[in-house]
Each structure stands twice: as structure tokens, then as C-alpha cells.
């Protein structure tokens, strides 16, 4: 696996620098300003974290395992690192990430680590460097930034951080302060995980999310699978039609029955025209009897359903969170040799106002409804999510994630998002993360830059310094607490 | 009507807050760029206001009557207060919005008003909040931001000034230092309003603006009543397509002989192809015959019109405002419930450069011809507006209104509108309200906003302060003004 | 030519101004922050100059004329001088545009200069104005900015520049510090004034990029010149589909003999899915025959291409440059008065993520393989863009340009793409210009806004100065070497 590239165009030596975490670390320059913004912060930097999207598995939670290494628990599974290391010519493989064909992959945990702190340079400016450098502090106790020089010794401190067993996933949830943590999870798991953390006194505390995508895209490769498995978890016959929409009723009661509060869509378009129910049947039969259904009939499948789970969530009241607009697996090789959730997951631009209305217009404005409405595409904030959302009473604008939860794309969030929306139609932060250990860095950060923007407003003699603490405080806790309530049930 | 959800997120209790309103409100925070700022706006801060975009009813200046009362003046008819509302879980009925059928709707305006106080932390941010505030404070004397324990206080307050004779529509026109103000009258208007206007000395103070919308759109509900008041008004026979645009040219004359400057194009899409002669005619004839037409012909058909209204334009110089990208109505329950105009108009997407080309080759560079472009798709600003506005001599960009006239969104405008456009070519601020009492506190607001981006422009030594200063009057007073011009005819 | 317009909107009189070049220009305001990205800036102002994609004419360089006049050199030939002046009613024939019909167009170059002079106002808050003030100041000794009342002595200051003779092109290439520079030359040249250049010893200076644009749109009027320019130059027989293929790939082995390092691809949209083979052919067939080719078929082969173009940068390394998204020639009448690149090239909205998949699904993850994306519309930095390149090891962010190349536009720009690609997958700056003089002032405002950015991490303590530092040296220099070094071949 070549490295070549990495060589060529990052610099890798150097003096080793220090980690130093500054306290007014991404405030607003202006000093007046920053101050304004330190003490905002102050009031909100210790509220309990409410983290209701994220991927850290059930079972984790469940089994409580140690964690292996730095590099498994760091950077491995950590597909924001391992994409910056690609796109200078390192190779998955080089990385460690398992094939599917369980060819061979860098077994050595040890390499793994110096390949990623030689490359500590390439994360300059970036959210990850961000994220790592405060759990490389806070956490670890990391004093030095990773460099090829380093990295020995920071495998060393770090791993023997992780051998000490108060460092758990449970014990965690503690010394993270974590109020309420979300898993995802398939529409036909059997939910065994959150049936242990119940038993375990953490049910209240570590939820599922019912995510139906995987039997919902009928081009899904694992979409059969993912029907057999829905059969199974319900106990109905889904090889029909009205079977498969009973079958998702009752899972989405089981997932009630374990403390879901929401489900969670990602959908290529957010179109939600329904189809005539005999129009959608015929496909679902199809699909199941192994004949051929066009792209377009899976986008209008697709489209149908989400239409069914808005009908569903009025029933049940689960909360229902909707993310459009990106392109999977945009790389076949990598997908084909690695799966997915590689880091080659690329947004497009994405359409709300057209697309929503057909479930608007039918649940919008029905109190029992509640939906959160997530972004990749920016240029919706602005033009289509605050519109919509400042009118509708069932409208919630998801919290800037994925690429844009960063310093300037939170700004732009809150600049884009807030005047036309109100603050009280955010749904505040989700860190939708699988790297656990980053968890409390980007909710501080979060809370930083609301705490940043929130000071300018006062700074302009927009908002008084009570009113924006409040503000704050909605932000970081009291929204996604009151978003996330289910609505109805 | 529930108020559960309102209850529910908004923080309704707490002190009651001092209303002050800080003269270096909106500023930049950085204190030498301030002070920039600040003697940049003392200049254009008492300019008159030239305001040709807005939807204050003729009638209320010709009629020249009492207002109400400050339910019935400042949050009934202003949906942008009361989308607020409704999005936290309030009715349109509990803020007395009138029903199509007739049916019941809060009739106690003290009632509504005190919803509306005890909502008041919902504006946190919002331009709403930032009019309202200066509303209250220069124009009614308030000095406490609105709460539920103050709302009755502020009721009476408020109510007492309004019944003041002095606080009439006419007698504001002076005290709002409004030099020019435009209203949207529909094309079949036989200007009645404006006539008595014109008896009344105000008929060069207060204009009409030519919009054929309704006429235009062949699937409008009211297009068929639209086209017999045309008829009515030109005294025109409308039953052919000749006769249909004959009696647009001439209701387009007698608007200009009413004072008209411009005339106002709300589209779906900015689409200009003209259709052949022949299929316009036969679409027109075809739907006044009551036959069917077609979506796509509805689009065609629009589209080939504001061709045809350009043509006119060139004719008789009426400046031609175009705005695109709007799906009205969204909700079809509250259109049905209450109308149009009831804050569920949602922007989406929206392209200039193809849908243009047709209109701008054609009169483009024609000197008898002035367009004046709006968005709420910010995006176009630097990537299709500008670039037309920097080439095109008839081509004008438009104010950043409707939920781009905010603190924020104005800035955004600034920074991508006039870099690639210049400042020449911007065509000023408009306020596009039918808040009356709010014109002053948004004209105001866009000299804040446009003094403190020429002040960093002047602090990054981009331009001289003088420069900067003859420049802000340029957009304040100067632009609005020669913008509207009548270019020929 | 009418230059009412201008007379009625620009401010044509007022004193003169000075033009002094303050030291911070464009530097951050706040003082602290200003400070650091001084202290950056002085690691790179004077660093050399890599001007990687650039419209100077090779000629210029092989025959190392005098300039004519300031009029013919500074105004005539940069169309967005001249497009601001159209925008407020000056005829192209009014600043000496020829016409493609030998008709009459302003002679006197020292009218023209009045002209430019006297609109001077226009082009405040410009990126104009900017590079001007600095070519004025810098290379001519400018002290005053132009007016209606020194355009005489302005001209003959920068015209007694002009006739010395170390004022020659070469020569300006060690004035300027450029380092490399490199034209852009049809696939057909016979690149004769590249072999002329290497004669005198500047071939590893001045540069020719492949550009095919004109033999690869079926469409182009001069589709057939440049396919028997094709050719002759290749000595290929083109009148089949493989010949065609053949010539290209001699043409680009010709270029890479001349030192040629990219490619540079204009698409109308970016569109890379390959036809089949024979569907190719027969395209090209077609079109040699004189036969009908439809819209759709000219994008479909214009596509194909672009993979074609993939396949052969893969086998002989060249750096590939799209950049997709503009309407050329916007205004027939300028166009067919006056032919192409006259102002009126307008921007439309863009995607990259679908269109390339096909592209870097094939060859994304090659080593050999590099292409440079560049954009005019904003919003594909943070949605597509950052995330391809932050991923695909062959994919760099091309530098901010054109509409963009501006003050704001390149804030946006860090502020947009680099926190996801990370600064090490930018392409750094090219200028884009066939104004020779401005080349100077856009690199440097490239490396003031870059240090203005990093500044602001710096202040924000989201990175060390050093490191600060290292990265604007990277921006400025060492990713645009980087960046076009052949990859292969």
C-alpha cells in the first residue's frame, strides 16, 4: 500500500508541538465579544449532554467491553479520520479496515497509529483535528501533538488510559455526562441490546431508533435480508404488501416498548408523494417475488413510504427525522472491497419545499406530528428549512451535522437557520457519531459556537445577555429534550 | 384552539424586560470599525424613504381612517408575527385571522394580543423582533419588551396613541419621512383609490405598481374574475388573446397616467420563452372557453407572458420587478381555511441565467428597458445575478427581501451581491410590507446593515470613507430613485 | 454610443482622489487578529509566483512586444472592465471592442481611457478597483485614482511606463516574480510560440495547458476549424472517430514535449458517463457528415469526452481541469457583434457529484490520475467538492476564480471548502487572467485573504502560528507545484 502520496504533499517532520487546549478556544476574535461569549458559555459548558442521533452500537453499551487500542478505538472505525489519509493516496487497506472478502488488511494496530500521527498535519483547519485534539487532552491527557516522532510514546499513554477498567462504555456515560444517548437501529432488529441494558438499569438512559431504510429502498442489495429479518423480529408475515406495513407497525410499538422516542430516515430525495396504495403493493409484491423494479420506482417506493411512517409517527408519536441528499457508497471499488460507511458518502443538492409538502399538507400542522429535518445542502437553510419550519407547527430544523458540524459550518448554520426559523424551531445539537470518545468534544464545541453567535447578537444590542443565556440553554438542552418527545401514542 | 405546544417550548414567564433601543444597535462589534460604521450612517440615517415595492392597501391611505386597535394594526395582518405562532402550535383562529366560510375566529383583540406578548420570546433573533422593538419604542412611546404580565399595560398604551388623530395613514406618511411610496394594485384595478389620491394633492406621493399576476396564471382560482375586471377596467374586449393583451397595454397606460413606475411579476419559475403567436393564442382561448390546460402549459404560458410584458415595458418604460421561486400557499388547509398571503409561501430553488436569456436578448441591452431582479434563493446573488446585473445595462438586482430582510441575511447580501454587480447596479431597499408602522424601522435597518458593510470595506482600505458615504446614500436614496425611473414611453 | 446611463448613475465628478496602497489592505479588522495575519504574510509576499491556468497569449511571450497604449493594454482586452461599463449603457463599441465585421468601433485609445476614467466610481467594492489601485500604484506609480480630470495625465504617466523598454513582457516576468506561467492553447496549435519561447531559454517557464474544448463540443461554430487544425497539427487522419481519439493523444504527447503539465476542460455541465464505443463513433461520424446533432447529443459527447479525457491524463499524466457551469455568450447580439468572451459569460447552478461518479469510479483512486475542480457556484464547495476531495486521493480544490476571485468570494472560499478537504487538498491559486499586468495583485490578495483566514484560526486557537505559516506557504506555493506535477507518463 503506497504512501507515496501522503509523503509528497504532507509535511510529516517538523518539531513535535504542544497540546495546549486555549479555554476561549473558537470564541469570537473581538475581545468585547469573547468575553460576552465566555459567559454565556459558562452557563451551558456543564449541562448534561441529550444526544439523540448517533451510531455508537447497542452492544457496546450492552457488553461493556474494554476498548481494544488507540488505533481500533481512535481511528479505525473512524471513517472522517481515515478519509483525509485516503485523499492523499493511502490505501483502506493501509488503514486497517477489514475487507469483505477478509483479505489482508494492516493487522498491526501499532502502524496503523504512526501512519495516522505522521499524517497529523493534513488535519490542519479541519473539525477532526478539532474533535481529537480535545479528546487527546481531556481524555487521554495527551500533552504533545501526534507526529511521526511521537507516536510511539502517545500509543503508549493512550493504551494504557484504555487498559484502566473505569474506562468502559458504561463508565463513560458517567464521566461524559450524558444524559440520554440514542442508538440506531434496523427496523427488524430484534433489539437483544437495549433488552440487556434494560435488565442492566439503562434503558431509560441508552434508547433505540427505528431506522427502516435497509426495507425501504427496494434496490438495497441487503434489502432481502433486511425484510426476512423484519419478519422474524414481528411475528407477521411480511410477503405481502399490508403484512409489511403491519410488520413495521409492530416494530415501531416494540422500539416504543424500549424507549424509542424517534425513527430516523436517510433518504436519497425527501419526496413524499404517496403512491395508490395498489400501485404500491404491486411493487412491494414484485420486489418480493424477485421480478424487476426501475430506479425510478424505487425513488417512488421510497417516496410512499415515507408518507406511511409520517401516517405511522401520528399514531405513535415517534419523532421522525429526515436526511436527504447523498450519494452512498460513491466509490464502487471501495464499496465493493470494504462495504459501506467508508467515508465515500458525497451530498448533492437536495430539494425540501416541493418534496415535504405532500406530508406537510396531509400531517403538518397535526399536533401529534413532529418531524426533524436535516441537512448536508446548506443553501436550504435559509431558502427552504427556516421558512418551513417557522410556519409549520410539526417542523424542526436537525442540528448542523456531518460535514458542516465544524466551526464555520455551525456559524453559517446559526446565521442561515435562526432568523427566519426562531431558535425555538431548532432541534439542537446531534453529534451522529460512531466515535464515542469524541461525544463531549463536539457538543462542547457546539455549544461554543452557539455561545459565539449568541454573543454577537448581544454585541449588536440585538438580544439582551439574559435572554441569550437562556437561549443557550434551550440550545444545549432544553430543544432536543422537547424535540425529541414523542408527540402522541 | 390549543395553545399546548406554545405552552410547551416558548419561555413565557420571567422578569420583564427594559425595551431600549442601543443607536449602535446592528453595528459591527469591532469598536473602530463601529465608529465607521456609525458616521457612515449618520448621513443617510434621515433621508427621506423612497419605498416602491409594498403591499399597504391603496385604499387605506385614500380613505385615510383610524386604526383599529394594536391587535388589529400590528399582528392580525402581519404574517410574519403571527408563522410564528403558528409554528409553536398556535391556530390561524386564535389569532383572529378571518375564515373564508365565515366561520369563528378570536373576535377579542385584547386577546389575541395577549397571545402574541405572552409569545414574545419566540422573535429571540428574528427580524420580526428587531421591527416590533423599534416600532414599540419610537412609535408608541413603549419602554418594556412585551410579556405576559405587561400585555394589558401595553394594550392600553399602544391604543391610546392609536386613537390619537394625529396617527392617521396620510398623517404618517410625514411623520415616516416617506417621500414615495409604492402599492400593488391587480391589473383589472380601475385605480379608484389612486384617483381619489390624486384629488386628495397625494397622487405623486403615492403610486400604484402594475401587476398582472392573477391574469397570467391560467390555473389561478380568481384568473377568470381577474380577466372580466380586466376587461371591465380597459374597456377592452378580453374573450381573444389580441384583445387580452391590448387590454394590458392599456391598463398598463392608465396606470402610467396614475404615476405608475413599475409594474410587479410574482412567477413560479423566471422562465421568458415566448411561445409561438399561434399557441399563445389558442392556450388563452382554450382556457377562456373553460378547457383544460395543462401544467406545463400554465408554466409556458407565464412564461411567454413576461416576455410579452417586457416588450411592453420597453414601450412604456414601467420598470419591470421580477420574482421568482415561491410555492404559494403550501398548506392547503389554511389556504382553504383562510386565504392566501397567511405565511405559508415557501421559497425553493430557483434559475435565472437560462430562464432569462430569452427576455435579456431580446431588450437586455435595450436602453429603453429596466428589470429589477428579487430573490430568496441567496445563492443566485453571486453566481447568476451579479454576473447579469455587472453585464446587462437594464438588469438592476433587487433588495434582499422577504426572509432575506434580516441583519443577517442583508449582510450575506451585501457580500455576494455587489463585489462581481457594483454597487451602481443594486436597485436599493424596498420594503415590501403590509406592515405600515414597520416601514421606517426596515428602511432603517438596511442602513444600518448597508453602513456597516461599507464601514469594513472602508476599514480593510477597500475605499475611502467619503467614498463610502456618498455610497450609502447611493443605496438609501439615490438608487431607489433612479432605479424607477420610467425608462422611455 | 450612448453613455447616458453612465452619465445619470455613476458620480462622475468630485475631487480627485489619492490612491495610496495601505499596507493592511484587506487584512482583518480586529487589531489583534490583523496583527497575526500581518506577521503570516510576511512569510509569503514575496514568494514566487506559480501561475498555473492563465489566458495571457503565448505569442506575447515568444515575440516580446512593447505594450501599445495604457488603454489598449489595461482596458480594451479585460472584459470585466469593460462589462461594468456596459452595465450602466456604454456600448462595447464605445471602449474599442472590434467588431467581427471590420465596423466602426472607437479608435482613439486616449477617448477610451477617458471613458474607464470617468466611470471610475462604478467599480467601487469591486475586485476591479482593487487590482487596479494596485497595477496603478505598484507598476505605474499612480498617485491618484482616475477621474473625469486627470485622465489625461494618467494616461500619459502609464504610457511613458509603457514605452520604456525593460517594460516588455519577459522582462515583466522577472518584475513580476513569476516562476511559472501557463498559456492555454488549442488542441490543434502547432504550439510554434511555444517552440519559440523554448528556443530563447524560457520553455520551463512559460507553459502550454491542453484545452479541446472546441473539437470536443459538436456544436461550436468553429467545431470543424478546430478538428482540421487537429489534423494537421497531429498529421492524424480525423475523419473517423479513432483517428480523432489518435490525435488527441499525439496532440497531448506534443503539449508534454513542450513542458505542458494540464489540461483544461470548459463544460457546459460536468457531466463524465462515457457512451458506448460505437455510439461515440457514430456521433462523431455524423457531425464530420454534416448530419443534424441534437442538445442532448452534443452533452452526451461532450461527456464521453471528458472520461476520454480521464483515460488518456491516466496514461500520460497530465493534471486535468474542469470547470463546468457557465452559459457562454449570454447575449447573442454581443456575441455575434463582437464573437466570444466579451463580458457576457453567465454562471448557472452546477452539480458534480452525480456527474463525476463515472469519472472517479474509474479513475478517482488511481495514482496516476489528478483532476482540478473548479466552480463559480459557491455552493458545491462545502456540498461536493470538500467531501470529493477530502476523499478521492486524485481530487484537488481548484483555486477560487473568476466571479469568485474576489475579497468575499475567497473568504467563502476557506470558509467553505477547507475544513472537510483539509488545506493539503487544495489546489492553491491561479489568476485566470489575460490581464498580464494584474497577475501580481491577484496572487498577492490571494495571499492576503489566505493569511487573513488563518489568521483567524489562529486567534480562534484552532492552530499555532507556525503552523499558520507553513499552511499560507502551502496555499501560495507549494500545493500549486504539487498540485500539477504530472502524475504519470
Chains 1, 2, 3 share one sequence.
Not at 84 to 111: F, K
Amino acid at each position: 500500500m503506497s504512501i507515496t502520496s501522503l509523503q509528497r504533499t504532507a509535511r510529516t517532520s517538523g518539531p513535535t508541538r504542544p497540546l495546549v487546549l486555549h479555554p476561549d478556544r473558537t470564541f469570537p476574535v473581538d475581545p468585547g465579544q469573547r468575553a460576552i461569549a465566555r459567559s454565556i458559555y459558562e452557563q451551558v459548558r456543564n449541562l448534561p449532554i441529550i444526544s439523540m442521533h448517533g451510531h455508537v452500537d447497542a452492544q457496546v453499551f450492552a457488553d461493556n467491553p474494554p476498548f481494544a487500542d488507540p488505533a481500533q478505538l481512535l481511528i479505525v472505525p473512524d471513517h472522517y479520520v481515515c478519509r483525509m489519509l485516503y485523499s492523499q493516496g493511502v490505501l483502506p487497506e493501509g488503514m486497517g479496515i477489514p475487507r469483505v472478502d477478509g483479505g489482508p488488511t494492516e493487522a498491526d494496530s501499532r502502524t496503523i497509529w504512526r501512519r495516522f500521527c505522521a499524517a497529523w498535519p493534513l488535519f490542519r483547519g479541519t473539525p477532526s483535528r478539532y474533535w481529537l485534539e480535545e479528546e487527546f487532552s481531556t481524555v487521554f491527557g495527551v500533552t504533545e501533538q501526534p507526529s511521526a516522532d511521537n507516536a510511539d510514546a502517545l500509543y503508549d499513554q493512550i493504551g494504557a488510559v484504555l487498559a484502566d477498567s473505569s474506562f468502559r462504555p458504561q463508565q463513560l456515560l458517567d464521566r461524559f455526562n450524558i444524559e440520554l444517548i440514542s442508538t440506531t437501529d434496523a427496523a427488524g432488529s430484534d433489539l437483544s441490546s437495549h433488552a440487556a441494558l434494560n435488565a442492566q438499569g439503562l434503558g431509560g438512559r441508552v434508547l433505540p431508533t427505528f431506522r427502516p431504510d435497509a426495507v425501504v429502498y427496494l434496490d438495497r442489495a441487503d434489502w432481502r435480508d433486511g425484510i426476512d429479518a423484519l419478519g422474524q423480529a414481528s411475528g407477521i408475515d411480511v410477503s405481502g404488501y399490508h403484512g409489511y406495513l403491519d410488520a413495521l407497525r409492530e416494530r415501531r410499538q416494540a422500539f416504543v416498548r424500549m424507549g424509542a422516542l424517534a425513527t430516523d430516515h436517510g433518504h436519497y430525495y425527501a419526496d413524499t408523494a404517496p403512491l395508490p396504495e395498489t400501485a404500491a403493493a404491486e411493487l412491494y409484491q414484485r420486489r418480493i417475488a424477485g421480478g424487476t423494479v426501475t430506479e425510478a420506482e424505487v425513488h417512488a417506493f421510497a417516496a410512499h413510504m415515507l408518507f406511511q411512517m409520517a401516517q405511522m409517527s401520528v399514531e405513535d408519536g415517534l419523532v421522525m427525522q429526515i436526511h436527504p441528499g447523498v450519494y452512498r457508497d460513491h466509490h464502487s471499488g471501495v464499496f465493493g472491497a470494504h462495504g459501506q460507511d467508508k467515508g465515500f458518502d458525497i451530498p448533492f443538492g437536495v430539494e425540501f419545499t416541493r418534496a415535504l409538502q405532500p406530508m406537510l399538507d396531509a400531517f403538518g400542522a397535526d399536533p401529534r406530528f413532529r418531524c426533524v429535518l436535516f441537512t448536508i445542502d446548506e443553501t436550504v437553510y435559509s431558502r427552504e428549512l427556516a421558512p418551513l419550519a417557522g410556519a409549520y407547527s410539526s417542523v424542526r430544523i436537525g442540528a448542523p451535522w456531518w460535514f458542516i458540524d465544524s466551526p464555520e459550518g455551525m456559524r453559517r448554520f446559526f446565521e442561515t437557520a435562526t432568523e427566519t426559523a426562531g431558535f425555538a424551531n431548532m432541534s439542537g445539537f446531534v453529534d451522529d457519531t460512531r466515535a464515542y470518545c469524541s461525544i463531549p468534544a463536539r457538543h462542547d464545541l457546539y455549544r461554543r459556537i452557539s455561545s459565539g453567535y449568541l454573543s454577537r447578537l448581544v454585541a449588536e444590542h440585538r438580544l439582551a445577555e439574559d435572554e441569550a443565556i437562556e437561549t443557550a440553554i434551550d440550545l444545549a438542552y432544553r430543544l432536543p429534550k422537547l424535540s425529541y418527545q414523542r408527540t402522541a401514542g
